[in-house]
């Protein structure tokens, strides 16, 4: 099975939400099935087969997040993010300024959703391929 530290790794590659789609291909090698990342402090339980799960420590000091979404203004940080214009740490602080509590990725399906903190459902999106 995967380990945190294999994850590290492909995520350092990662240098802005552009590069995305390339970790995700690569994490799903690794047997990643799905993930859920908590915005408040990065840290992220990851799921595999056969009901295998580990975490990740938080990344950051706790930030708060906005009581009532904002998805207009989410959809704008997530798209500059995805062109590369914001860092990861700017765009999770992004989302808490927005009301995005976590995000859920499944592998199968290549989407990730964003919840709000009250497991609203504020978007899918399909994650390329």
């Known amino acids: 099975m995967f380990t945190v530290a294999q994850i590290k790794a492909a995520h350092a590659k990662v240098k802005s939400g552009a590069g995305f ?9 690794l047997g990643v099935t799905a993930f859920t990342t908590w915005v408040a402090d990065s840290h992220t339980e990851y799921y595999g087969k056969d009901n ?28 500059i993010h995805q062109q590369g214009e914001t ?13 995005v509590a976590y995000w859920i990725v499944t ?14 459902e504020i978007l899918v999106e399909e994650i390329p391929q």
């Not at 799960?53 to 930030?63: F, G, V, W």
């Not at 592998?107 to 609203?120: E, I, P, Q, R």
């Open 52 to 79: 295998y799960t580990t975490s990740s420590q938080p990344l950051y000091d706790t930030l708060l997040i906005a009581d009532k979404c904002n998805k207009k203004q989410f959809m704008h940080y997530l798209k």
């Open 21 to 29: 789609p390339d970790y995700i291909r690569e994490i799903k090698q």
């Open 107 to 120: 592998l199968a399906t290549y989407t990730c959703a964003y919840y709000d903190k009250t497991d609203n």
């Open 87 to 99: 860092d990861y740490l700017t765009f999770c602080r992004h989302c808490a300024e927005t009301g």
